[in-house]
T-cell receptor, first 106, second 117 residues
Framework: KNEVEQSPQNLTAQEGEFITINCSYS?????LHWLQQHPGGGIVSLFM???GKKKHGRLIATINIQEKHSSLHITASHPRDSAVYIC????????FGKGTHLIIQP | NAGVMQNPRHLVRRRGQEARLRCSPM?????VYWYRQLPEEGLKFMVY????????ESGMPKERFSAEFPKEGPSILRIQQVVRGDSAAYFC???????????????FGAGSRLTVL
């Protein structure tokens, strides 16, 4: 069993829909990271959180330390949000989920 | 502020040659991390370095791979006697402070894509 599990693996939605990507982890963490990888391969760090909730524009990330679970939400989704979203958890060395391939159709 | 700079962006090597990948962290960042992404697979942690020190190399293969982050200059990931299975994208990230600080937001480089013929 992977130490960081993401769901769904693939998600296709219509523009404007509310998107939720889930991440469960079993490793000990000092922080959990949400990353976005574009089709060209570049990686952008979206959030780093160790408790509670963070919001940046249309993106919201939450974490429940007791349940070892985090969610990434995208409100009013747009085709430019199409990317792979990766959850990573750990301390010195992060363990990565396999990613969620998100496609937002116009 | 140029961000995290990795070079070369693409590197082709024949089996048995050496590959050297460089990573210049963001200005002011002294923590560097290397990750590998094999084709069709997820990212895997390789090594975490702070200036002149290897902090955690638990993800590094035991043989042929080494990393350094000297006092001056970029961090270097070195792969000796490359094999086809080393073909992957190698990403570097840097942070201002270390894990556990609550402030180690990672900034990633664009990656170096190694192809071994």
């Amino acid at each position: 069993k992977n130490e960081v599990e993401q769901s769904p693996q693939n998600l296709t939605a219509q523009e404007g829909e509310f998107i939720t990507i889930n991440c469960s982890y079993s490793v000990g963490i000092s922080a959990l990271h949400w990353l976005q990888q574009h089709p060209g391969g570049g990686i952008v760090s979206l959030f780093m959180l160790s408790s509670g909730k963070k919001k940046h524009g249309r993106l919201i990330a939450t974490i429940n330390i007791q349940e070892k679970h985090s969610s990434l939400h995208i409100t009013a989704s747009h085709p430019r949000d199409s990317a792979v979203y990766i959850c990573a958890a750990g301390a010195d060395g992060l363990t990565f989920g396999k990613g969620t391939h998100l496609i937002i159709q116009p | 502020n140029a961000g995290v700079m990795q070079n070369p962006r693409h590197l082709v090597r024949r089996r048995g040659q050496e590959a050297r990948l460089r990573c210049s962290p963001m200005k002011g960042h002294s923590h560097v991390y290397w990750y590998r992404q094999l084709p069709e697979e997820g990212l895997k942690f390789m090594v975490y370095l702070q200036k002149e020190n290897i902090i955690d190399e638990s993800g590094m293969p035991k043989e042929r791979f080494s990393a350094e982050f000297p006092k001056e200059g970029p961090s270097i990931l070195r792969i000796q006697q490359v094999v086809r299975g080393d073909s992957a994208a190698y990403f570097c990230a840097s942070s201002l402070s270390g894990p556990g600080s609550g402030a180690n937001v990672l900034t990633f480089g664009a990656g170096s894509r190694l192809t071994v013929l």
